[in-house]
């Protein structure tokens, strides 16, 4: 009965490869998010999704694509990955829209590692 | 954007309490503040939110001066499982910021 889950929790690949993360809740909530935790272990949103829609887009490089096929699934599809894309990578989601009382509940995170 | 400043780490033993301070200088009126909770290889896990005065749960409790530039986490009678860093939070998502946070060790 996990809230938040990801796929896969590790990824090892060669620069240049195409990989994706899956996402999924089973919270029934409206917003889903993807963020970056650096080696520095700062916590960075990347994009947003409300009901399917982008809502928030920070500045990343557009190799990075999410994709949202329903409410409940928030993929994020990496395109010719390079060393600095090397990090853990969670999924949260939110009842809310995210605002200011909105509270999120993360995955697991998956660790990507760019060789 | 609302900014906060934390203590990098702490120490702390077991059964003691302890409090952890965030500064939020730039509050909005209508910001919230919330505390999340990160263990090694997880992801954050909320603990606590409020907007004023003191709030209280199971897990922590919040305290938060009349000026709303601070805040203070407090945590009863830690224990090892406790060891984990903790984020303060300010404003919506979108404007939020996971700073460094504040590694608390907690030791027998």
């Known amino acids: 009965d996990t809230a938040v889950s990801q796929t896969p929790k590790y990824l090892v690949t060669q620069m240049g490869n195409d990989k994706s993360i899956k996402c999924e809740q089973n919270?029934?909530?409206?917003?889903m998010y993807w963020y970056k935790q650096d080696s520095k272990k700062f916590l960075k949103i990347m994009f947003s999704?409300?009901?399917?829609?982008?809502?928030i887009n920070e500045t990343v490089p557009n190799r990075f694509s999410p994709k949202s096929p329903d409410k409940a699934h928030l993929n994020l599809h990496i395109n010719s990955l390079e060393l600095g894309d090397s990090a853990v990578y969670f999924c949260?989601?939110?009842?809310?829209?995210?605002?200011?009382?909105?509270?999120?509940?993360f995955g697991p995170g998956t660790r990507l590692t760019v060789l | 954007l609302a900014k906060t400043t934390q203590p990098i780490s702490m120490d702390s033993y077991e059964g003691q309490e302890v409090n952890i301070t965030c500064s939020h200088n730039?509050?909005?009126?209508?910001?919230?503040i919330t505390w999340y909770q990160q263990f090694p290889s997880q992801g954050p896990r909320f603990i606590i939110q409020?907007?004023?005065t003191k709030v209280t749960n199971e897990v922590a409790s919040l305290f938060i001066p009349a000026d709303r530039k601070s805040s203070t986490l407090s945590l009863p009678r830690v224990s090892l499982s406790d060891t984990a860093v903790y984020y303060c939070?300010?404003?919506?998502?979108?404007?939020?910021?996971f700073g460094a946070g504040t590694r608390l060790t907690v030791k027998p």
């Open positions: 949260a989601s939110s009842q809310g829209w995210g605002g200011r009382t909105d509270t999120q509940y």
């Open positions: 919270l029934g909530h409206d917003t």
């Open positions: 999704y409300n009901n399917k829609e982008l809502i």
């Open positions: 730039n509050i909005a009126t209508n910001d919230y």
């Open positions: 409020g907007y004023k």
């Open positions: 939070l300010v404003g919506e998502v979108g404007d939020m910021r």
